[in-house]
């Protein structure tokens, strides 16, 4: 059975950092895209970041490039999300996908999801 558990999240000011991490079983690891997509109270889920199986490409929303950074390492099976100089608008929760079939940032062509980590960030 695949499962995508996400850890990490929490309260933090804007500014500060949080780091998420999803480590993930039950599937080879290696062979799948990553991505992290977040969904704010009343707003759709939207993409944030992704990778492909290497980690050498990656994708981000205009709304986090240059805040966000996405990495993964395929000998723990994890896949992180390094959020820098957070804004109240980042606050959602986050989560972490796999995708076997392409490298996207539509939420439809991913094949496993985690449960979700919250990310609340104060002004």
């Known amino acids: 059975q695949v499962q995508l558990v996400e850890s990490g999240g929490g309260l933090v000011q804007a500014g500060g950092s949080l780091r998420l991490s999803c480590a993930a079983s039950?599937?080879?690891?290696?062979?799948?895209?990553m991505g992290w997509f977040r969904q704010a109270p009343g707003k759709e889920r939207e993409f944030v970041a992704a990778?492909?199986?290497?980690?050498?490409?990656?994708l981000y929303a205009d709304s986090v490039k240059g805040r966000f950074t996405i990495s993964r390492d395929n000998a723990k099976n994890t896949v992180s999300l390094q959020m820098n100089k957070l804004k109240p608008d980042d606050t959602a929760v986050y989560y972490c996908?796999?995708?076997?079939?392409?490298?996207?940032?539509?939420?439809?062509?991913?094949?496993?999801w985690g449960r979700g980590a919250q990310v609340t960030v104060s002004s």
């Open positions: 990778l492909s199986q290497t980690g050498a490409r990656t």
């Open positions: 039950g599937l080879i690891f290696s062979i799948y895209n």
């Open positions: 996908a796999a995708d076997k079939g392409r490298y996207a940032s539509e939420a439809a062509n991913y094949d496993h």
